[in-house]
């Protein structure tokens, strides 16, 4: 079982930068791979960035690409997810999520991940 707890949401101007954080449970943190999603109102969720399990391996959404970054500590059980040059248009609440790094499916879809946070709202004013 793990349980994640995301951090560092509010409110920023566009161009403003924020620094998400996703604390995990359990001692087997290394073993799974990390993603982030985001859920706009009225929209499905989608996939952010992902993580693989000893940090080696990335990979973003092309509307991310190049002003996020995600990262992780193993030591810490954390994910990070830094954003920068902000756009209104990524308004949403933003999940973490932790896959097991032999379990079936593709990380780019939410149905792969096991465990979710529970969010935390990121509002980018224009």
């Known amino acids: 079982q793990v349980q994640l707890v995301e951090s560092g949401g509010g409110l920023v101007q566009a161009g403003g930068s924020l620094r998400l954080s996703c604390a995990a449970s359990?001692?087997?943190?290394?073993?799974?791979?990390m993603g982030w999603f985001r859920q706009a109102p009225a929209k499905e969720r989608e996939f952010v960035a992902v993580i693989t399990s000893s940090g080696g391996t990335t990979d973003y959404a092309d509307s991310v690409k190049g002003r996020f970054t995600i990262s992780r500590d193993n030591a810490k059980n954390t994910v990070y997810l830094q954003m920068n040059s902000l756009k209104p248009e990524d308004t949403a609440d933003y999940y973490c999520a932790a896959k097991y790094k032999y379990s079936a499916g593709h990380y780019f879809y939410t149905p792969a991940y096991s465990y979710w946070g529970q969010g935390t709202q990121v509002t980018v004013s224009s």
């Open positions: 359990g001692r087997t943190f290394s073993s799974y791979t």
